[in-house]
C-alpha cells in the first residue's frame, strides 16, 4: 500500500507554527508536526494543491497570507508494510496579522514556538528529520531533497536537475 502525505510548515520570524496533533490514522501518539494530511484522488499530481487545502481546512488559513511556498523535502519510509511518501513545504508568513486563536482547527492545537526550542519537540519520525535538516542546511539552498528513512535516520540527496 502507498500512502501520500503533505506537510507545510509556516515560518514568522524566529517561530514556526506548529500543530499538536491528538489522534490519527497515521501516528500512533500525540506530537507536534506541520499542518497538512492525505491526498484526494484528484491532487495525486499536486502535492501543493494538497498541502494548501489542509492548511485551509486545519487552519482556515489561505495562500494569500503566505510568501515563498516551497516543496523542500520528499521522504520515502516502509511503516507498518506501506510506503508512506511525505511532501515538505516550507513557507513564510506574509499577513503578519494573522491571529491563530481564530483558527478553528479540529485537528488539535496551534502555536507558534521558536524555532530553536520546536526542533526539540517530540515529531514524527521523517518530520523530525526534515525540520532539523532544513533550519541547520536547507534554507541556506534553494535545493529540494529525497530523504529515504532508515532506524537509525534519513539519508538526504539533493534532487538537481540535469
Request: neutral net charge.
Amino acid at each position: 500500500m502507498l500512502r501520500n502525505m503533505t506537510t507545510i510548515y509556516i515560518i514568522n520570524d524566529d517561530e514556526v507554527l506548529l500543530l499538536y496533533r491528538i489522534g490519527s490514522r497515521v501516528l500512533t501518539h500525540s506530537s507536534w508536526c506541520g499542518i497538512g494530511g492525505h491526498f484526494e484522488a484528484n491532487e495525486l499530481n499536486n502535492p501543493r494543491a494538497c498541502v494548501l487545502r489542509e492548511l485551509n481546512e486545519e487552519t482556515q488559513i489561505k495562500e494569500s497570507d503566505l510568501k515563498d511556498i516551497k516543496l523542500r523535502y520528499i521522504t520515502l519510509r516502509n511503516k507498518n508494510n506501506e510506503i508512506r511518501q511525505n511532501y515538505y513545504f516550507f513557507a513564510n508568513l506574509k499577513n503578519k496579522n494573522l491571529d491563530i486563536t481564530k483558527c478553528n482547527c479540529n485537528e488539535g492545537k496551534l502555536k507558534w514556538i521558536n524555532i530553536n526550542e520546536a526542533i526539540k519537540l517530540d515529531m514524527p519520525y521523517t518530520a523530525k528529520y526534515c525540520f532539523e535538516h532544513y533550519f541547520n542546511i536547507g534554507k541556506n539552498t534553494d535545493l529540494i531533497y529525497s530523504g529515504a528513512a532508515a532506524k537509525t535516520g534519513i539519508d538526504f540527496i539533493a534532487l538537481n536537475d540535469f
